[in-house]
């Protein structure tokens, strides 16, 4: 007996193009994969103008953005954060390579760090993106075991850090960045693009901010990040 | 319960007798009508040449029909090399059935679920909830018709036929017991409850299922667009990942699914970008610290495999952004549980008739006064009002249309055959009208059209036919 597979499968070489130029076509798109079909405007502008474009978005979606040279600057700016909404001095951070500076920090005074995925009673998480596109304003983080993806939408409040050089011009080209430098061409289990803290309308369409995902998100855009390793 | 759910399903005129006087229903609605509108015209005026995106947009969907067994199959191929399975379904009772096999494999009892409306066309809650699982809807919105007990009058706005009050008793009743003790002072309070219970749910569940936005047959990933997040902690906390989704949501590569994620947003509620776009990818990668184990995915064809090769099939171009109910005058006045389909406005009267029998459905394509928004609009261009139009020339040609609706139909399909009966006919038509409407302006009776009347007059001509008075032009010159 035909399983559905084959009977759908079938219906579908009947009505759909399988022939050699369909084959040829098909190879086509894909060796194109990441080609705009159209010109993005952000790929004639110049890296500070994207930069601009990228905080400016990113303001527009409600996220709040801050921009430090070194990687110093950092731990003061998240103190500041925590202090601002009064936030429990706890830190749910992703055991990134890069991140790991704020492990043995000494300027977190009374600030209990830990790494690793989130729980439930975690208020505050930090992860680090992978990039971010001046295009649209969000930042894109990928899984991995250094990136636990439950820290981008299990706590209330949600530090990405962003590091500059890493601001693409737009979607295809942040895709094709990761597909090229990691894995051998395999996406990882998430690529999650975020645009500002969760949100809701579905009360009389009134905009709501916390919905299921954090009610803050914090951008900390950092010139250079240096790991260890 | 809403009143118009006690009217037979395929009583299309009756519900929308009932939802025209549903008071609370015409308040919501009110709300709904300019909010889409604006939003989506402020959105695209930021969005240059949002025109060339459209129209790439149909070339990607129109060159994905046509070769669409070839990426369902390379599809396929990549999911299984990320560790994940692919079922295919002939039609809701087979999906139903795969996903309850699925969960029976795991031993799941707790099942968390993302707004997806291929799960409403299969009826999957009601074929879970028999055997016997603990399913919660995690969209607030879908959350709250879930409690109501009733199905989505939207596609992305599953609650807007709902007033706050009305989502106030519902909080009360199911969450404390009908105490009127709660006090939900803004719409705020009632969020921040939703997210108290539905946290617990996410955290207990075995399952989770989501729908997709788009599959990318080019790695095999499904892709979900959200703004609260509920989607991704249903995919990224169980153990068990399973994706619901039509076959004609594929798109080849990265580049086609960009392009598209480009017009849906701005179409659907007017943003520039949703909140969380996420590319979901097989199972879990052995060193990732969470995660599902077990990736699934229940590729439903139900029907839509036969429209490949039929006239209306640009139909299947669509992506869900709800763009043409928004602009839908109808809809406007009648929500959508009057539609009863999983499908309403001017998409769901032109595609519910192929997927649920035109038999059930054939009165949706006469819900539209052709007005041409919905296709202005509509991100992919679907021809919307042509496919109605087949649909109620199909209505009519297989008898399905009342008595008085086809004698009228077959009598003005005579008169316009014959231009001389034409000329007769409207020219009697005027004298009359004139002459009822008494210097008044308008009529407010006429025989066999008191449905019409009930709801608005006919403004009487003024003047007379084109030809009359082409006739008497002539005659003077």
Known sequence: MKTSRERILKRLRKKTDYSQEALKNVQNRLDNAFLPYIKIPTMDQTDEHNYTQFVNKTLLHKAEYDFCETQDDIPPLILQFLKRYNLPHSLKIAPHVKLEFLLTCQDFPNVKIKSGFAIDTDSTSLSLAYGAIAENGSVMIASSNENPASLNFLPENHIIILEKERIFTHYEAIIEHYYKNNNKNILPRFINFIAGPSRSADIEQTLLLGAHGPQRVYIICCNKILSRN | ?????????????????????????????????????????????????????????????????????????????????????????????????????????????????????????????????????????????????????????????????????????????????????????????????????????????????????????????????????????????????????????????????????????????????????????????????????????????????HLLDHPDKEVLRCIRCGACMNHCPVYHAIGGHAYNSTYPG??????????????????????????????????????????????????????????KENFLLSLWGYIVKYHFLYRITSYVSIKCLRLISRQKGYVQWLPFFGTYFSHKYLVAPTQDSFITQYKRQQKNI
Not at chain 2, 3 to 21: D, G, M
Not at chain 2, 118 to 131: A, C, G, M, P
Not at chain 2, 358 to 368: H, R, T
């Open chain 2, 346 to 403: 001017p998409i769901g009267a032109a595609l519910s008739p192929h997927l649920f029998g035109l038999k059930n459905m054939y009165q949706l394509p006469f819900a539209s006064s052709f007005c041409g928004r919905c296709e202005e609009v509509c991100p992919v261009r679907i021809p919307l009002p042509k496919i109605m139009r087949h649909a109620r020339q199909k209505a009519y040609a297989s008898n399905l249309l009342s008595f």
């Open chain 2, 1 to 305: 319960m809403l009143l118009i759910n006690k009217i037979p399903k395929h009583n299309f005129h009756s519900r929308a007798y009932t939802a025209l006087k549903d008071t609370h229903l015409q308040q919501a609605l009110n709300k709904t009508k300019h909010n889409f509108i604006n939003k989506r015209k402020k959105a695209i005026s930021h969005i240059p040449a949002f025109d060339s995106l459209r129209d790439e947009a149909v070339n990607i969907k129109n060159h994905t029909l046509d070769h669409l067994g070839l990426y369902l199959e390379l599809y396929e191929e990549n999911v299984i090399k990320s560790g994940g399975h692919v079922h295919w379904a002939q039609d809701s009772q087979e999906a139903c059935n795969i996903i309850h096999n699925i969960c029976r494999q795991y031993n799941a009892k707790n099942i968390t679920k993302g707004k997806s409306i291929v799960s409403e066309e299969i009826e999957l809650n009601n074929f879970l909830d028999d055997k016997g699982y603990n399913v919660t809807e995690t969209d607030l919105g879908e959350y709250i018709i879930q409690l109501r007990k009733e199905k989505p009058s939207h596609i992305i706005a599953p609650a807007v036929h709902l007033t706050q009050e009305q989502i106030k008793q519902a909080f009360r009743f199911h969450h404390h017991n009908n105490s009127e003790a709660p006090v939900y002072n803004t719409a705020s309070d009632l969020l921040s409850e939703a997210r108290k219970v539905l946290r617990q749910k996410f955290l207990h569940a075995d399952v989770g299922i989501t729908g997709a936005n788009f599959l990318i047959a080019q790695t095999g990933s499904s892709v979900i667009v959200t703004n609260e997040g509920n989607g991704d902690l249903t995919q990224i906390l169980p153990k068990t990942h399973i994706v619901i989704a039509s076959i004609e949501k594929i798109v080849p590569t990265i580049a086609d699914v960009s392009l598209l994620l480009r017009i849906l947003a701005p179409s659907a509620t007017g943003q520039e970008t949703s909140v969380y776009t996420t590319f979901s990818t097989g199972v879990k990668k052995p060193t990732d610290l969470e995660g599902p184990s077990n990736y699934h995915v229940v590729l439903l064809d139900n029907g839509r495999s």
